[in-house]
């Protein structure tokens, strides 16, 4: 598979493949469910509303109760999906999911809209970049990102199928797509283009960004083997090792905080087992700030110039 | 097992069991468990419709509870022990290490009877709702119970959760408030006044019952049947049930002070003497 073939389709949010991906799941299985805390349409949950209107409930801006209903729904054999910002669906609820979801290893997907920076002009205060890093650490949570419109439908659908607790995170703005037709499984990398000088790990909207990258990089010359991690937990533990281990330097992309993200995962897995020189695309220890998502993107070291000068860099401490 | 002088029995012999486990691993909260005695027996000894064996974590077709003051473990365990999930002498293991039976309520090693985690105060009502929902849905005419800590009541969750039930109409439900008026740090009209409760659910939207002495086994019985009548009308219903903390051991009887404590050697003894069977059955 070569970089240079991956191209964009156009753009459509990650929220809506989530949207539609709730309404085939739940046309497929009658114990899929819905809630939401006030945010019907920003996580495009109406498609399902209109066609499942008694399998769908509202409880308003009260998104600790709705971690609670969700769990005990599970409890008695439905499959909730849970739809709210990605700030309210982890720092606000934490005790929430790891009591009553995680701890008691209940069947609920929490699903994450408007995530990361490129929420944009609502601010920092609903722009987490935190929430992988808490949803990983709970034991027998699955932390899934999608990349585009098609990738979050997969997933959403694939989750479904899955019984266990999940975190699905996705975005606001259209986005470039590009993964139709590609396969989509739990916990299993997809390889977007073979490379031999660095490997690029990128997970959720950074993705794109990574290919885009890697194609520039292509044209000078610098081959990069592009893998999008969209299952942050369980990782493809091979996946990732089996690159390194024929490229031997790593560039890790992500809309989050370069603490506890994917970066720290895949760190943590080299570490242990083959550590490599390594850099992070991420946020440096910093909240955001209002603006346009390319903006912020660009302003916080997330944009295709900044996967550029990390593989420029961790090439040259590959080779010193 | 619902002729009263047996259930009156098996009451005492739980008391027993909870000073014995809290005795035993010298830890866990013997308080709110000897006050909710007469509520747990009335629920699995005579009330609820459910089967412990085989134990099914969905339970369609039986009625469901759901306790959110976790603490109250020992009381819990010991009624579900009592009424044939699993063996007594299993309660000798509480709290210690690997066992079943964890310092508060859990899922994770499986001990039959348990739905959810809890201890973590505030969550119980909205997996009550989540279950009771359920059960809506899948035309299953049982109900769903519901315990809490009335100290519980501080937490902003539990009042997110009494909106929501009374606005979904979710009327398969009954929620009793183990209405003991004390919490860890002293009585509740002092560490944070509830005002008046009866009135506050009231106007969340729900039926209300008020129950005087919920340390009357009959009492207790009566009510909650009474409340499965309430059910099915457009309301959740909820009984405020009066109890006394630490009832049946008088030195525990009425105080927060034994809500985390055990006793020692000489107040397990004293306890003990104070809580007669007729045929003993210790675990």
């Known amino acids: 598979m070569n970089i240079n073939d991956i191209k964009s389709t156009g753009t459509k949010a990650t929220r809506d493949g989530f949207g539609q991906g709730l309404l085939e799941a739940g046309r497929k299985n009658p114990n899929v469910v819905g809630l939401t805390a006030d945010l019907l349409e920003s996580l495009q949950m109406q498609h399902f509303l209109k066609e499942f209107p008694e399998r769908f409930f509202q409880v308003g801006i009260a998104e600790a109760n709705m971690i609670g209903i969700a769990a005990g729904l599970a409890t008695a054999g439905k499959i909730p999906f849970t739809g709210t910002f990605a700030n309210f669906s982890t720092g606000r609820v934490y005790d929430q999911i790891r009591q009553s979801v995680a701890y008691s290893h209940k069947n609920v997907k929490i699903c994450a809209s408007h995530a990361g920076l490129t929420l944009g002009e609502d601010g920092a205060t609903h722009q987490i970049l935190e929430d992988v890093g808490m949803m990983r650490m709970l034991p027998g949570m699955t932390v899934i990102n999608p990349c585009d419109y098609h990738q979050t439908m997969a997933a959403t659908m694939a989750i479904a199928e899955y019984h266990g607790p999940v975190y699905l995170r996705f975005g606001r703005p259209a986005w470039p797509m590009f993964t139709e037709g590609m396969p989509f499984k739990i916990g299993k990398a997809l390889l977007l283009g073979k490379g031999t000088d660095v490997t690029i790990f990128a997970t959720g909207h950074l993705v794109w960004t990574s290919v885009e990258a890697a194609q520039e990089l292509a044209a000078q010359g610098i081959s990069c083997e592009v893998i999008n991690i969209h299952t942050i937990k369980p990782l493809d533990e091979k996946a990732v090792l089996d690159s390194v281990k024929k490229t031997r330097a790593v560039v890790v992309a992500e809309e989050h905080q370069r603490f506890g993200g994917l970066g720290d995962a895949i760190a943590n897995l080299l570490v242990h087992n083959d550590p490599v020189p390594m850099e992070y695309v991420g946020v440096k220890d910093s909240f955001g700030e209002s603006g346009k998502p390319n903006e912020l993107l660009d302003k916080y070291g997330l944009s295709k110039k900044d996967v550029i000068w990390a593989v420029k860099d961790v090439m040259d401490r590959k080779k010193s | ?283």
Request: one cysteine or more; glycine letters at 10%; hydrophobic letters at 40%.
């Open chain 2, 1 to 283: 097992m619902s002729d009263i002088s047996q259930l009156k029995e098996l009451a005492t012999q739980v008391r027993r069991d909870i000073i014995r486990m809290v005795f035993n691993c010298q830890s866990g909260h013997p308080g709110g468990s000897l006050g909710c005695t007469e509520f747990f027996v009335a629920l699995y000894g005579n009330v609820m419709k459910h089967k412990p064996k085989p134990f099914k974590m969905e339970g369609k077709g039986q009625d469901m509870f759901f306790l959110s003051n976790g603490h109250i473990s020992p009381v819990w365990y010991s009624v579900l022990a009592r009424t044939g999930y699993f063996e007594p002498k299993e309660l000798a293991t509480f709290r210690k290490i690997n066992t079943r039976l964890q310092g508060h309520p859990a899922t994770h090693e499986g001990l039959p009877g348990i739905r959810i985690a809890s201890g973590s105060l505030g969550q119980g009502i909205s997996a009550a709702i989540g279950a009771a929902l359920a059960k809506r849905l899948d035309g299953d005419k049982r109900w769903v119970f519901a315990l809490t800590g009335d100290g519980e009541l501080d937490e902003g969750q539990c009042w997110e959760a009494i909106m929501s039930a009374a606005h979904m109409k979710v009327d398969n439900l009954i929620v009793t408030v183990d209405w003991n008026g004390q919490q860890i740090d002293g009585p509740t009209s002092q560490v944070m006044d509830l005002g008046n409760l009866p009135a506050k659910w009231k106007a969340f939207g729900w039926d209300v019952l008020i129950l005087e002495n919920g340390n009357d086994l009959e009492a207790v019985i009566a009510m909650l049947r009474k409340a499965k009548r309430r059910t099915g009308k457009g309301k959740p219903v909820v009984i405020l049930m009066k109890t006394q903390m630490g009832y049946g051991v008088d030195f525990m009887q009425g105080t927060h002070k034994w809500h985390g404590k055990a006793p020692n050697q000489e107040q397990y003894e004293q306890a003990m003497a104070q809580l007669k069977v007729a045929q003993t059955a210790d675990f």
